[in-house]
Each structure stands twice: as structure tokens, then as C-alpha cells.
């Protein structure tokens, strides 16, 4: 079946909406952005480049046999370059066992072929607290495994695998799955409730005896970031998280991991990124773009923006690419192209998640040639009855997203789209794709999605 300016209009959005703000010298809901502008960004963003200069942590005192402590032989070694005013710290074939890394400005942390880092799984190793965000709220916890705070050209490159180690009998243990008193479920309440009391982030802390998971690698303030060639597998919980970044490129990395909120790669507050022909396998979003929870999004108001993905391959997740649900400082300007997705176990291609606690300005999203073989759910899902749903007094807002040239092969469903009341999902336009396999009803509810010169092959 062949849709030609095919409207999908709930009339239940026809309510007089709340007003929201707009862009200085925009009217409301208008495009601010297309295509032209990723170029735009790609001239700003520059991986950071390292003086010819190398420190081995060999050098510094590590083993590699897998079993000796290499942590502050690790640490040396990234003093020592810092020092010397940048370099590489290699990490050279072997097995290195290792606490928590720290990375300062000018390093860039190189694992050659053959090199494993193997994280331990003693949380007292990830102690003394770091200032960090535990899903979208400022807080101190335990240091992520790789950190950085305020630095400036760091990496983290090579051919080489960080390995986390995370598994049920240790870290996703804590997510609370699978019951006992060894979870973060009261850390975690504690902490959304002194967000939405305002209690200063400083004074937010939290540690042993709470559970609450640390990333995988998280650069918090950093400018000038590079992630390029690694494997990453067995994540605490997030994989790749930049802070608050302005230039990330996060370039040929392959990540496996599938246990609990292992997202692949979440951008957060984060500006000028570039994520390119990377793998992503995870047990969550494969890429989730975020700006902050509630208050803590609202109170910063820094937006994730001006974001490029391409040449990425997806396969297992809950999400292809994700926006939200810690999406209360907003997004913009965020361009995926070229992608490949397919497997049984990835449930969307597009998602947008958020809900009237979360609220937050989500704009000018477009996507144009994904490739998908296989997903279970919905192609497009704008989610705003996530977790709290209606329940709370911000307005979500979607729109102006438009997705050009998509071929799916297999499909239960192309929309999946449940706004609320008086929230916005407006703009929403699907043209030039091939929808096949389709077996189950579009689902829009306040809201409006174009689809223009589509073709949906409905599977009997």
C-alpha cells in the first residue's frame, strides 16, 4: 500500500496547548535547522591531536598477567605524560587489572592490540566519591571506571578491549532485578527527591551501602574528546557518557554488553559530537541522547545539540537512536544517516521518551537512510506516558522531526506515538520510506504524523 500525504491526526491534540518558548525570532514550531547544517558542525569538530610521545605503564610498575594490581602503576604512568605535557599512555599486550582511571588533559590513554584493561568489581575500589550524574542528577557516587573532570584533549584509542566485568553476581545485582536488599532502589528515590527539594549537588552524597551503579566511561566538563577503535564490554551500567562536553567524537568503537541500563554511547548536555561507524550490541538504548532529569535538566538548561551519528550498525537494544527520557534541558539539532539495524532484539529504530515530570523541548531531529532489517516493536515510538506519564506539571514537547528514506524489511508496526493532553507533538514527517512486514495497527494519540509517499506492505 502505497501512502501518499497520509496524515495519522489524533483530534484529542486539538486542545489548546500551554505555551512554549521558541527559539529569539522564531515562531512557534518552526524549523530552525536541515541538512546544511551538519557540515556546520563537523567544521567544529576536531579530534584533539598528542605530542610523539609515549609512557608504557609497563614502565611505571603494571603486569599484565591479569591478577597483579595495575592500578597505580596506571596512575604513574597518566602523572608522568601529564607532566611531560601529553602523550600516549600505552597499554601494551597482556591482561591489566585495574581500579578506577583518572584522566588529565593531554593523554591519551592507547590500548594496543592483544591489551585488556579488566576493571575490579570491589565497589571500595571506586571509592573515594567523584562528582558525577547518576541518571541525569548531579550527585557524588562512585567514580566512574574511566573519569575526567574539566579536562581537555584526552582519548581513549587502540585496538585493545576495557573490560568491566560486571555481571549478575556484582554490579547488576544493584539495578534490583532480581530482588534482596542489595539494591539502589532507596539510594535512588533519596536522590529524586533532594532534586526536587533543590538540595544543592554538593551536598548529595552517596557511596557504600547505596548501589547505585557508576558508568563505564564518563568525561564530565571536558573539552576535545576523543573514543576511537576500543572494544568496551560488561558495563556497570552506561557505557559511553559525555558530561557537559563540548567536541566528542566517539569513532569505531564496539560495544557489547547487555546487562541492565547498559546503554551504548548518551551524550548528555553535551554540544559539537560526532559518533561514527561504531557497533553497538547492549542491553539498552544503543545511543540515548540526554540532557538532565527534572530539575537538575531544568536548572542547568543545557541542551544537548548539534549531534551527528552515521555509519553506525545497531543489533540488540531498546533503541536504535533514543532521545530521552532525561530530557529536561532539551535537544536540537541532532542528524542520523547511513545507519544498519537489525535484530530480533532491537525494539525500535526511533524513540523519544519523556513525560510531564521530565517536560523538556525536543527539536529539528533528522534521520534519512536507515537501513533495518529486523525490529520488534514500532519503527518510529514517541513515548511521553514513560514511568510518571501525565503526572507532574511540565509540558513535553516534540517536533519537527523528519525522517526521509527509510527501508525497513520487517516491522510489526511503524508508529508507535502517545502524546498527552496539552503537550506538543507537531511536525512529525515520514517520507520516501519502505515499511514491509507490518502486521499491526499505527498507534497515534495527541499527536500529528505526515507520511508522505510511503509505501507499507502489511504482512497478512
Not at 544537548?304 to 536504535?320: E, F, N, P, S
Not at 529536561?328 to 513525560?355: A, H, I, T, W, Y
Not at 505526515?450 to 502489511?458: G, R
Amino acid at each position: 500500500m502505497l501512502t501518499a500525504g497520509c496524515r495519522h491526526t489524533d483530534e484529542r491534540a486539538s486542545a489548546t496547548p500551554t505555551p512554549t518558548s521558541s527559539p529569539a525570532g522564531q515562531p512557534d514550531g518552526a524549523a530552525t535547522a536541515d541538512w546544511r547544517h551538519v557540515s556546520q558542525i563537523l567544521a567544529r569538530v576536531r579530534p584533539p591531536s598528542f605530542p610523539r610521545r609515549d609512557f608504557p605503564i609497563t614502565a611505571h610498575g603494571a603486569t599484565g598477567d591479569g591478577v597483579s594490581d595495575s592500578s597505580a602503576a596506571i596512575a604513574r604512568a597518566i602523572t608522568a605524560c601529564a607532566q611531560a605535557g601529553g602523550g600516549r599512555v600505552v597499554v601494551p599486550p597482556g591482561q591489566y587489572l585495574t581500579g578506577p582511571i583518572h584522566l588529565r588533559s593531554g593523554v591519551n590513554l592507547h590500548l594496543q592490540r592483544g591489551a585488556t584493561l579488566r576493571f575490579k568489581t570491589d565497589p571500595q575500589a571506586y571509592l573515594p566519591a567523584v562528582f558525577t550524574r547518576f541518571e541525569g542528577m548531579e550527585c557524588w557516587n562512585y567514580s566512574p571506571l574511566v573519569y575526567a573532570h574539566g579536562q581537555e584533549n584526552i582519548a581513549i584509542t587502540g585496538e585493545g578491549v576495557l573490560d568491566g566485568q560486571a555481571g549478575d553476581e556484582n554490579w547488576w545485582a544493584w539495578k534490583g532485578c532480581q530482588g534482596g536488599t542489595q539494591n539502589q532502589n532507596a539510594a535512588r528515590a533519596r536522590l529524586v527527591q533532594q532534586v526536587a527539594e533543590q538540595v544543592p549537588p554538593d551536598q548529595r552524597r552517596f557511596g557504600a551501602g547505596d548501589y547505585l551503579r557508576p558508568n563505564f566511561i564518563q568525561f564530565y566538563r571536558c573539552r576535545n574528546v576523543l573514543v576511537e577503535g576500543v572494544r568496551l564490554r560488561r558495563s556497570p551500567m552506561w557505557e559511553i557518557h559525555p558530561v557537559l562536553c563540548t567536541n566528542v567524537v566517539v569513532r569505531g568503537v564496539d560495544i557489547l554488553s547487555h546487562g541492565p541500563n547498559n546503554d551504548g554511547c548518551n551524550p548528555e548536555s553535551s554540544r559539537d559530537v560526532l559518533i561514527e561507524g561504531c557497533l553497538f550490541d547492549t542491553g539498552d538504548d544503543c545511543i540515548a541522547i540526554k540532557s538532565g532529569r527534572n530539575d537538575d535538566g531544568r536548572r542547568l538548561a543545557a541542551p544537548a545539540q548539534d549531534i551527528v551519528i552515521r555509519r553506525c550498525t545497531m543489533r540488540d537494544g531498546h533503541g536504535g537512536v533514543t532521545i530521552g527520557s532525561e530530557i529536561s534541558g532539551g535537544c536540537r539539532r541532532v542528524f542520523v544517516e547511513d545507519c544498519q539495524m537489525d535484530s530480533p532484539n532491537l525494539e525500535r529504530v526511533l524513540r523519544f521518551k519523556s513525560n510531564a515530570v521530565r517536560g523538556g523541548l525536543v527539536e529539528d531531529i533528522f534521520a534519512r537512510r536507515l537501513r533495518v532489517g529486523q525490529v520488534r516493536d514500532a519503527v518510529l515510538q514517541i513515548d511521553f506516558r514513560y514511568e510518571e506519564g501525565a503526572n507532574g506539571r511540565h509540558r513535553p514537547v516534540v517536533r519537527h522531526v523528519v525522517a526521509e528514506g527509510l527501508t525497513v524489511a520487517s516491522a510489526p508496526r511503524v508508529l508507535d506515538v502517545r502524546g498527552l493532553p496539552n503537550a506538543e507533538i507537531s511536525g512529525v514527517r515520514l517520507s520516501r520510506c519502505v515499511f514491509q512486514g507490518v502486521t499491526r495497527p499505527d498507534v497515534v494519540e495527541h499527536a500529528a504524523v505526515e507520511m508522505v509517499d510511503c509505501l507499507v506492505e502489511k504482512r497478512p
